[in-house]
């Protein structure tokens, strides 16, 4: 089973600031078919998770570009370069190239 | 619009079972896979299982956790993807999410139903 590991867990931002949390896979994602299955999810409480970044660093319809993901091999990393109020809550890291799929631990972010 | 609809859920007794429902509507489901995703109480996401469209295969997918004691399957006439749940334990307690997989992995998701397993 590939392990996702998410840093930091949590994290306190200040509006209009960055914010920046690394995911780590304990074996490299590139599957078979030459696509990277990383993905990033946002999670507001109470509300089911909504796909932000697939296949590493591809913004899915109607994110805002301030979202913005990168990495190869086993190191990933999603940025938001300016927090705004509605982008508090857990955000997830899943790999999607080997079964089982496996998401990361999660990363809360809260405004300071 | 894509839309899921989820539903079965309920309170169940450990040992027990029970069926989950997802409605899909919006797109052509007899083409995508679909996915069932699970969240305890306060806890991060768990992939459960998958189930391919039926013209690659039916292929199905599924946890260590639940390999065994858990069924996915799909009815196309109905738009419909279920997960029968055997031999419930405390653990599998969670909001169980059906999510798709349209162009990406799990771009949509339903608002989940939560499944409680207690005596």
């Known amino acids: 089973e590939i392990v996702m590991t998410q840093t930091p867990l949590s994290s306190p931002v200040t509006l209009g600031q960055p914010a920046s949390i690394s995911c780590r896979s304990s074996?490299?994602?590139?599957?078979?078919?030459?696509?990277?299955?990383l993905s990033w999810f946002h999670q507001r409480p109470g509300q089911p998770p909504r796909l932000l970044i697939f296949e590493v660093s591809n913004r899915f319809s109607g994110v805002p570009d301030r979202f913005s993901g990168s990495g190869a091999g086993t190191h990933f990393a999603l940025k938001i370069t300016r927090v705004d109020a509605e982008d508090v809550g857990v955000y997830y890291c899943?790999?999607?190239?080997?079964?089982?799929?496996?998401f990361g631990q999660g990363t809360k972010v809260e405004i300071k | 619009e894509v839309q899921f609809l989820e539903s079965g859920g309920g309170l169940v007794q450990p040992g027990g079972s029970l069926r989950l429902s997802c409605a899909a509507s919006g797109f052509s489901f007899t083409r995508y896979t679909m996915n069932w995703v699970r969240q305890a109480p306060g806890k991060g996401l768990e992939w459960v299982s998958t189930i391919s469209d039926n013209g690659s295969g039916d292929n199905t997918h599924y946890a260590d956790s639940v390999r065994g004691r858990f069924t996915i399957s799909r009815d196309d006439s109905k738009n419909t993807v279920f997960l029968q749940m055997y031999s419930l334990r405390a653990e599998d307690t969670a909001v169980y999410y059906c999510?798709?997989?349209?162009?990406?992995?799990?771009?949509?998701w339903g608002q989940g139903v939560l499944v409680t397993v207690s005596s």
């Open positions: 074996e490299g994602l590139v599957h078979s078919d030459g696509n990277t299955y």
């Open positions: 899943m790999q999607a190239t080997q079964f089982p799929w496996t």
């Open positions: 999510a798709s997989r349209l162009t990406h992995h799990f771009d949509y």
